[in-house]
């Protein structure tokens, strides 16, 4: 069973940037899409960015394109997404996920586990 550990977020003012971090232990996680989605209180769970097990493809979320960029590092069995121009409407927690598959995609049905969350704060 694989665990994942988010880091990096943290309160922001809107325009700024942060680094989130997925660390992956358990099992290898080179064959296997990683994603990012988030949560804001008192809405639904939405879909930010998708890579493929090789970091070659990427899908974002329509909020977040031109804007997010998502990256891994297999020999590290890591992912991160790098978050600049920060909005308030990025406020939320952020989950980093492991896919069940290699490519990537925006649905949370091919999601095979689950961080814990990080939260990421943007003041306006």
């Known amino acids: 069973q694989v665990q994942l550990v988010e880091s990096g977020g943290g309160a922001v003012q809107a325009g700024g940037s942060l680094r989130l971090s997925c660390a992956a232990s358990?099992?290898?996680?080179?064959?296997?899409?990683m994603g990012w989605f988030r949560q804001a209180p008192g809405k639904e769970r939405e879909f930010v960015s998708a890579i493929s097990w090789s970091g070659i493809s990427t899908v974002y979320g329509d909020s977040v394109k031109g804007r997010f960029t998502a990256s891994r590092d297999n020999e590290k069995n890591s992912s991160y997404l790098e978050m600049n121009a920060l909005k308030p409407e990025d406020t939320a927690v952020y989950y980093c996920?492991?896919?069940?598959?290699?490519?990537?995609?925006?649905?949370?049905?091919?999601?095979?586990?689950w961080g814990q969350g990080t939260q990421v704060t943007v003041s306006s």
């Open positions: 358990g099992r290898s996680i080179n064959a296997y899409a």
């Open positions: 996920t492991l896919s069940k598959y290699a490519l990537a995609t925006a649905d949370e049905s091919d999601v095979d586990s």
